[in-house]
């Protein structure tokens, strides 16, 4: 049961980058009801939400990447992907891929770490000045 992220590495400000998630059969994908969600960790910072989604693609960002990263899934490849345009400085951290079988992606807290139960080891974003 997991959940593994690729697709991080450095760009310059303005760049773009496309990360990725694979969950495993029992992870997440499989299941008629589920959430997935990707946060993010500066140095020094809370783990913070970045973006959700669930099965039924009900979707919510927060509020400093709205309109700069796009979340998307392909069902059939059991991939949750995270598309980041415009990066910033402030975008570097290490990201991370979160599932929540069963989680209701309507009316759960989905940007709170807390509500997700499976975690993978996170991919590295650099952006520079």
């Known amino acids: 049961v997991q959940v593994v992220e690729s697709g991080g590495g450095s760009v310059q400000a303005g760049g773009s980058l496309r990360l990725s998630c694979v969950a495993s059969?029992?992870?997440?994908?499989?299941?008629?009801?589920?959430?997935m969600g990707w946060f993010r960790q500066a140095p020094g910072k809370e783990r913070e939400g970045v973006a959700s989604?669930?099965?039924?693609?009900?979707?919510r960002y927060a509020d400093p990447v709205k309109g700069r990263f796009t979340i998307s899934q392909d069902i059939a490849k059991n991939t949750l992907y995270l598309t980041m345009n415009s990066l910033e400085p402030e975008d570097t951290a290490m990201y991370f891929c979160?599932?929540?079988?069963?989680?209701?992606?309507?009316?759960?807290?989905?940007?709170?770490?807390?509500?997700?139960?499976?975690w993978g080891q996170g991919t590295q974003v650099t952006v520079s000045s």
């Open positions: 979160a599932a929540r079988p069963y989680g209701d992606c309507w009316s759960g807290p989905v940007l709170s770490s807390g509500f997700y139960t499976i």
């Open positions: 059969a029992a992870s997440a994908f499989p299941y008629s009801k589920y959430c």
């Open positions: 989604m669930g099965r039924d693609a009900r979707i």
